[in-house]
């Protein structure tokens, strides 16, 4: 699934100078969530993550990877610590 996600992904997040970090397909609570972690040599914001959702939502949708009801959660690396992780 990840290495997917990132092919369907490259280039697309260009402009926002982010990449995608890591793929995620999760279960919990009986729900399934697709997490995707960005990275970027700037601070990744919520309004860049917004911009962000914006432009990958619509292209998991007409990729139709998943047969199953999903949640997207796309967030930023967390930067500053030793090892910075999504």
Do not use: F, H, W
């Amino acid at each position: 699934m990840e290495n997917k996600v990132k092919e369907l992904l490259k280039g697309k997040l260009d402009e926002l100078n982010m990449v995608v970090d890591s793929v995620a397909l999760e279960s919990e609570n009986n729900q399934l969530y697709l997490r995707i972690c960005l990275d970027s040599p700037d601070v990744i914001d919520i309004d860049k993550v917004v911009l962000a959702t914006n432009i990958i939502n619509p292209i998991m949708d007409d990729a139709d990877l998943i047969d199953e009801k999903y949640i997207l959660e796309v967030y930023g690396k967390s930067k500053g610590s030793d090892n910075d992780e999504c």
